[in-house]
């Protein structure tokens, strides 16, 4: 979606921040439905939530392939996002139930390289695709390649039941409370807001600004992903690793201080040819992207493995809602200029710079729940 922004507003003949609603519509509506999913998801296999989340996902992104306006591009997001959701949440809470927190941040890293993949192959081609033919092909593509991934879910993924037992011994409302209760996990969701808003109150405006003001062509616009989607295959699984090894803090420190430079350089930056444009984002991808990988097994660590479905489902809401109020507020910040030009780009950027920078010092006072309890176990 965030790629294909100026074909968007081209097409539909929107206004930046009409296509951040059109960004943030998914956000809201799988962050809500994250949150409901709190109550309920680890009652439930593991494996039959992500089959059943996952094919109406793919009807969802179907339905947005076949959008002949505005509207229902929108209604059709928000019916995507009501099962991407509790999709993202199954996804990371089968991760963290089959790996023990010590090798748990390079299982998250080869997630991640997964997410990257998709962005060397899916978005530079579909970004081309678009360019050429129409941007309704590349939804279209992604639901067919989504029926696939569905059989090999249901051939190749195990039950995942081990947590039913004791979550069903206690009421929904009590886990809830004990999450929501603690001090601890809200830090770590206040970590995963502001991630979000230093991340994705820039991404969904590169494409205009690329065209608007640097002047790189339409069809220009798949390399930059493309570039950035091979930095992070190899980078990501390489953090996930560094992570174990010196701790998901010092990395996500590390990380987030690193970030502050490729956002200051993308937003501020000067008409200039593609080459120069790829090195400085592909450095956004390596450390903007990647730190990702040691706040999620930081976070995903405060909660013990009967809360860790509600709680993550909760880190979803968070993620998602987060992501779209980023988008929303860049939409509200920016403006169009002559000639197509992106105006007060630079503020969205002093802003996803404040809110990467203000998530370290919160991220330092989170605490893992399951170190806690190993060190109760041995005392």
């Known amino acids: ?9 081209e097409d539909f003949k929107i206004s930046a921040a009409q296509f951040g609603i059109m960004v943030a519509s998914y956000n809201v509506s799988a962050g809500i439905v994250s949150f409901l999913g709190a109550f309920f998801i680890d009652r439930f296999d593991r494996r039959k939530v992500l089959l059943l989340s996952y094919t109406f996902f793919v009807l969802g992104t179907f339905a947005c392939g076949i959008a002949p306006g505005y509207g229902f591009m929108v209604a059709a997001r928000i019916f995507t996002g009501l099962f991407g959701g509790i999709l993202s949440s199954s996804i990371l809470s089968t991760v963290s139930d089959t790996f023990p927190l010590e090798r748990r941040a390079s299982a998250m890293g080869a997630v991640y390289s997964g997410f990257s993949a998709a962005a060397v192959l899916g978005v530079p081609v579909g970004s081309i695709v678009a360019a050429h033919f129409s941007w309704h092909i590349p939804f279209v593509f992604i639901g067919a390649f989504g029926v696939l991934v569905l059989i090999a879910i249901a051939l190749y993924v195990p039950s995942l039941a081990g947590h039913i037992e004791e979550a069903k011994k206690r009421n929904p409302w009590v886990t809830i409370k004990e999450i929501v209760s603690s001090v601890n996990r809200l830090k770590a969701l206040g970590v995963m807001a502001l991630l979000m808003i230093g991340h994705f109150s820039i991404i969904p405006y590169i494409p205009n600004y690329m065209v608007g003001n640097v002047g ?34 010092r990395v996500f420190t590390w990380l987030s201080v690193l970030a502050v430079f490729p956002i200051v350089a993308i ?22 992207g990647s730190r990702g990988i040691p706040a999620q097994t930081l976070i995903s660590s405060t909660a013990l493995p009967h809360q860790r479905g509600g709680f993550l489902s909760l880190n979803a809401a968070t993620q998602q809602l987060g992501s779209g109020l980023a988008s929303f507020l860049g939409g509200l910040l920016i403006a169009e200029g002559p000639g197509g030009s992106v ?20 991220a330092m006072s989170v605490k893992s729940a399951e170190a806690t309890q190993v060190t109760t176990a041995k005392s």
Request: aromatic share 10%; charged share 10%; hydrophobic share 55%.
């Open 1 to 9: 979606m965030m790629p294909l922004s100026n074909l968007f507003m």
């Open 216 to 249: 790189l062509d339409k069809t220009d616009i798949g390399y930059i992903y493309m570039a950035g989607g091979l930095c992070s295959v190899v980078v990501m699984r390489v953090v996930g690793k560094l992570a174990d090894r010196y701790g998901s803090l």
């Open 343 to 362: 105006l007060h780009y630079e503020h969205v950027g002093w802003m996803a710079v404040l809110a990467g920078l203000l998530a370290i010092p919160l």
């Open 267 to 288: 937003t501020n930056l000067p008409p200039m040819s593609l080459i120069p444009v790829l090195m400085i984002t592909s450095f956004l991808f390596i450390f903007g």
